[in-house]
């Protein structure tokens, strides 16, 4: 005698659609999903203009391209920094200026993304020249660089000049130095190792 089993419809048919989860970000008016990027993606962070490789929310939108690095998606809204003491830093999403665009006043370099900002005083920082550590190494010098923002680039009446590529650093700008040594660094050359020294 047979056996015949009865399955049932949904036992028969059951499908797993695992749908991907949705954040919102006070950025951006849709929501966002997370997603791994690759290389031939060629895709720019909308937070900190820089390429995106690995983790990122990306917009749910067909049309929209705005994306962000999962570090941008998750930094802090209001932010102290001991170079602007008087008053907090302000995450903003796009440059507070009719030209839309902004000068970093660690860097002097401008931006169109995110920037912390000062009200008050016009004071912006590109969100990685905010999260610059306060010491630095280089295999090439024997003493810990430590982040100056309050340096008028100019040192003994002549201009400060970089250990690394030999070109001023620019006045107000922040440098790495090691002040006993009247030795410094443009921020973003402190981590090239490629010093004149190593070229003989």
């Known amino acids: 005698m047979s056996m015949i089993m009865k399955i049932s419809h949904d036992q028969e048919k059951q499908v797993y659609v695992k749908e991907k989860q949705q954040f919102n970000h006070f950025s951006h008016r849709h929501p966002l999903e997370l997603s791994q990027l ?5 895709a720019v962070c909308s937070g900190c203009e820089h390429d995106i490789l690995g983790p990122a929310y990306i917009c749910t939108k067909p049309n ?22 008087n008053h907090p830093l302000l995450l903003r999403f796009s440059p507070p200026y009719s030209d839309g ?17 000062c009200d008050a005083c016009k004071f912006d920082l590109h969100v990685e ?10 295999e090439d010098h024997g003493h810990p660089l430590i982040l100056l923002w309050d340096f008028p680039g100019k040192i003994d009446g002549a201009d400060f000049v970089c250990y690394v590529c030999d070109e001023p650093v620019g006045k107000g700008c922040w440098m790495y130095s090691c002040l006993g040594c009247k030795f410094g660094t443009h921020l973003e050359c402190v981590g090239n190792i490629h010093h004149i020294n190593a070229e003989k």
């Open 129 to 138: 020249c905010a999260s610059l550590p306060e010491t630095e190494s280089r």
């Open 38 to 42: 690759h290389q031939e993606d060629k």
């Open 101 to 117: 665009e902004y000068t970093c006043d660690a860097c002097g370099e401008s931006g169109h993304g995110f920037t912390y900002h």
């Open 64 to 85: 929209c391209n705005f994306l962000l690095h999962d570090l941008c998606f998750d930094l802090p809204r209001r932010l102290r920094h001991r170079s602007h003491s």
